[in-house]
């Protein structure tokens, strides 16, 4: 899907508009959490809008490189090369590629790669933090409504479906300690609607995630997670509830 260009001919774009909102948040967690990123990777980079982004909002992260096993998002991506920024096309985790970055960003990514347990365990000692964003497809509407999932299976190549349960279960699994992290919105309940339909759909939809975000990404579905992770140290068990660690 991905080198033949079945993705490419679904998603033109490489959903490059939703980067400049990635980047911000992105930038605001590594910032807030006082990480000093001199070198950044990203694994699955498409367009590179994201590392472009970054980019002009950092100007002392040093290099900015991105890797990509589909042709076609290496050819867009390469319209925004510069000297801080390059792209890669290549498989960055399975050719045992060496790096010095200080981050890794793996964004949107995770639901589509068959074997996500072996692909977190070459990344752990690439870098020692990890930015991961994962979609939250798993709700009460899409289990009512699995069509919704298919679709997303036949459109964006989503292999995995996951509640944000299943998130905080597979990176204990995999050696990783939660930092930070955060929900994001998708991009309907953000943009302007266009449809007097869509309007009230977007107003019940932030009015509940207004109310109780963790109820609402379980009812509603269609959130994702922004996550800072860093290799696992030896500490209690914890349980991640509104952003923070708690102790169990």
């Not at 809008?49 to 909002?57: F, H, Q, S």
């Not at 070459?122 to 709700?139: C, E, M, N, Q, T």
């Not at 449809?195 to 509603?220: D, G, T």
Request: proline share 4%; charged share 25%; net charge positive.
């Amino acid at each position: 899907m991905y080198i033949n260009g079945g993705y490419f001919e679904n998603n033109p774009t490489w959903d490059i508009e939703d980067s400049p909102w990635k980047a911000d948040i992105i930038n605001s967690i590594i910032e807030r959490n006082r990480i000093r990123v001199n070198d950044i990777v990203e694994v699955g980079c498409g367009a590179g809008g994201i590392l472009t982004n970054l980019a002009a909002k950092n100007p002392r992260i040093r290099t900015l490189k991105g890797f990509d096993i589909s042709p076609q998002a290496i050819m867009l991506a390469e319209k925004n090369k510069s000297e801080r920024i390059h792209f890669y096309l290549g498989d960055f985790i399975n050719n045992d590629l060496s790096t010095n970055a200080d981050v890794i960003l793996v964004i949107d990514v995770l639901e589509h790669v068959s074997d996500y347990y072996g692909f977190l365990q070459k990344l752990k000692p690439k870098a020692k933090y990890i930015v991961f964003h994962i979609p939250l497809d798993l709700s009460c509407r899409t289990i009512l409504k699995p069509h919704v999932m298919l679709q997303q299976r036949k459109t964006v190549g989503h292999l995995h479906y996951f509640s944000e349960e299943m998130v905080w279960w597979v990176l204990k699994d995999s050696g990783f300690t939660v930092i930070d992290w955060e929900y994001t919105k998708p991009v309907t309940d953000i943009k302007k609607s266009g449809s007097f339909k869509q309007h009230i759909k977007k107003k019940l939809r932030n009015f509940s995630f207004s109310i109780s975000k963790k109820n609402s990404v379980k009812l509603w579905g269609g959130y994702s997670l922004m996550i800072l992770a860093e290799q696992k140290i030896t500490a209690p068990e914890t349980e991640h509830i509104g952003g923070q660690q708690k102790e169990i």
